[in-house]
């Protein structure tokens, strides 16, 4: 029904979406705090139940496009264009919904993530990023961090940074970005630590490996990687010196000896046909990276499951707060693609490689691991694993042993904490800056 009649619901839906009510962060409270909350668009009015009902119901419909696809429909493309429209109202819907159980404040900073490049939340003041979302978090007495409208925007963001990796841990660092990072506050021109996330800039990254309080596939509570293996550290007041220095354990995995070309963005267009031409030509590419076995890959096998499982960041489904990872049915959709077939599962392959790719270009390290990694990383930055994070980071050298955050990684081959079996791995201090 939605692409009937010229796609007239579909484009009736979008224009409502687009709205700018609903990013607005302090409307993202007002609504998840009503008792019973009513939309009004001119004259006409609906129950928000009724409004989150057919939002859900859209959110189902999207997933059912993504997952049962057709080599002879629009599906990707009409799911792509309907979800873009759905990032707009999600924060302030799933907010509605999760107010009430027990939801953390990482989760609705997870939004701000999830939604930063295209449909970010709206605030004339950078503060009410973190102050307008205070009242929805249950563990807000815990992490000891209030509005305070004497702060400037960086003492905020340093003092919700050390509280959340205090809390919750080194996942907080995968909302790190250099590019956010490195930008001045607004009236002092100060610039934060790079472990301290941006959360009102539209360089925040849509993390790999983020926890999600809603039911979802593969377990939201679950981590879809563990790349510290058992190995972890507390973060506590000493890891933070007087200087905005965070001292961590690490094991340095090696320095990027190679980087290609990030994947153009795509053109969502639900109106003509879906070409993946861009896409092969990308997969094509990555060749180049590995062109057979080396020190990392040992076999043809093994070379074969990092060129395929890489660009889409060894994931089953399009979303990031789903932990499921590929399965053989993935690997078929990728040599569909390469030899021009447009099956479903090469249709469901590039969903999710476009997904994942989006400000991500590839790289290998100087042993030959191929990943994915930010936009702004550069050859001869290094990889590193942080001891209790579940996802590699790029860091790059500052000099003093001291780095800066560039952002988080997909390797394949040590996304399992395999380095950390090893007998010669080595522990070091680091100090991020």
Known sequence: MLCADGHRALDAVAALYERDWFRRVWVVQEVALARDAVVYCGETKIEWVAFYTAFWMLCG????????????SSNLSVAAFLNAKLENVSTVAFSWVLVDDETPLRQFLYFLGMNADHSRLLASDERDYCFALLGLANDAHHLKVRADYEMTWRDVKVRLAKACLKHYGLEMLSHCNITASNMPDRLSGEVAPSWVPDWASPHLPKALSVYSHLNVRGGGDGRPYGSSGSLGQHIDDASFDSQGRLKLWAIRVGPVAEVDDRLPEQVINYRTEEKFDDLVIWLQSLRRLVPGISEAYNTDDKVDAALWRTPIADRAHVHNYETVRAAADLEAGYKDLLSGEKTKEAVRYASIAYYKLNRRRPFTTSSGLLGIGPEELCKDDHLWILLGA??????????NDCWNIVGEAYVHGIMDGELTQQSSVEIKQIQII
């Open 390 to 399: 579940h996802v590699p980071f790029v860091l790059r050298a500052m000099g």
């Open 61 to 72: 419909l999207r997933d059912y496009l993504n997952a049962v696809v057709s080599p002879k």
